[in-house]
């Protein structure tokens, strides 16, 4: 069974620019969440999609949006790029969304964005 | 809100050692509770987990038992190789609210042949 994949797997971008990566789940998870690492903020959560719909998001900027398609496939997109957006930028799927669950979540290699 | 403290590394340690990376939480309810591992260059994988009290989770010869009692999930192997060298995250995710994982702030572990 195939792992979690992210493309591409390292940008370098300038700022002000706009970015995308791409995030495809294990098959058939429908969960998907972001993750953002940085040496000096760690790991921190972006937001989770299930069903193509956001169910929760973290502290971050506006800038900083994602969707899902139906095929579980998300994407994010991080507008008028900074210096401080500088990150590796993980992918995480699991089976369902639900109250109470204690699934599982399977994370991809990540993306490395340089912002220059 | 939930929270995770690691202890700091770097963990230094020489092939064939006992491992023990201290995990604590906070956190309302019976969290899940989980151990990641990075190695260089790459994204995490899951080493093990725990979804109640007293569990033990295991794989590959690490262990680690969620107890509520010190609310804590510290990992343990008994002898540690060259190829265990990488950050170790300790994670919970609560089981109320919002779901995403909490992290601590990753051990690195080296070990010397």
């Known amino acids: 069974k195939a792992g979690v994949t992210q493309t591409p797997r390292y940008l370098i971008k300038t700022r002000g620019q706009q970015v995308t990566l791409s995030c495809s789940p294990i098959s058939g998870h429908r969960s998907v969440s972001w993750y953002q690492q940085t040496p000096g903020q760690g790991l921190q959560f972006l937001f989770e999609?299930?069903?193509?719909?956001?169910?929760n998001k973290g502290n971050f900027p506006g800038r900083f949006s994602g969707r899902q398609f139906s095929n579980s496939r998300s994407e994010m997109n991080v507008s008028t790029l900074e210096l401080g957006d500088s990150a590796l930028y993980l992918c995480?799927?699991?089976?369902?969304?639900?109250?109470?669950?204690?699934?599982?979540?399977?994370f991809g290699p990540g993306t490395r964005l340089t912002v220059l | 809100g939930n929270s995770v403290t690691q202890m700091e590394g770097p963990v230094t340690l020489s092939e064939e050692a006992f491992l023990t990376i201290n995990c604590t939480y906070t956190a309302t309810g019976y969290p899940s509770l989980f151990w990641y591992v990075q190695y260089p260059g790459e994204g995490l994988q899951l080493l093990l987990k725990a979804t109640k009290a007293d569990d033990k989770g295991s794989n590959k010869g690490f262990e680690a038992t969620y107890r509520k009692e010190t609310t804590s999930f510290h990992l343990e192997k008994g002898s540690v190789q060259v190829s265990d060298s990488a950050v170790y995250f300790c994670?919970?995710?609560?089981?109320?609210?919002?779901?995403?994982?909490?992290f601590g702030s990753g051990t690195r572990l080296q070990v010397q042949p």
């Open positions: 994670a919970l995710r609560g089981v109320t609210g919002r779901r995403a994982l909490t």
């Open positions: 995480a799927s699991s089976f369902f969304w639900t109250e109470g669950s204690t699934d599982t979540q399977y």
């Open positions: 999609y299930f069903s193509e719909t956001q169910r």
